[in-house]
């Protein structure tokens, strides 16, 4: 069970950090990712990290604006959103993958929290 949080309205231009928290320490062994899915679209693949922190990459759409971090094998993993547009808006997905690494392919997850909702503003 993932436990996801820290979302909200914010203006264009700001800033959030979410946080996802797993209940099940056997997620330390495994790659963590957020997805997010907007009204009407599909749940679509943001950012992962490996087991130990490492092996992060991102969706292109949110490189260099977004940072996700994760403590060595650490069940809590967070989402640093800087510079967010109203593009952004979208209920984020936070889930644990089934391998070490993550990966951007949602059939690569196993476990999924219940999403927070992020809404920017213009």
């Known amino acids: 069970q993932l436990q996801a949080s820290g979302g909200g309205l914010v203006q264009a231009g700001g800033s959030l950090r979410l946080s996802c928290t797993a209940s099940s320490r056997t997620a330390s062994n495994n790659g963590m990712g957020w997805f997010r899915q907007a009204p009407g679209k599909e749940r679509d693949f943001v950012a992962a990290v490996g087991w130990n922190g490492g092996n992060t990459f991102y969706a292109d759409s949110v490189k260099d604006r977004f940072t996700i971090s994760r403590g060595y094998a650490s069940t809590t993993m967070s989402l640093q959103m800087n510079g967010l547009t109203p593009e952004d808006t979208a209920v984020y997905y936070c889930?644990?993958?089934?391998?070490?690494?993550?990966?951007?392919?949602?059939?690569?997850?196993?476990?999924w929290g219940q999403g927070t909702l992020v809404t920017v503003s213009s």
């Open positions: 889930a644990v993958a089934r391998r070490a690494v993550g990966s951007r392919s949602r059939s690569d997850y196993v476990a």
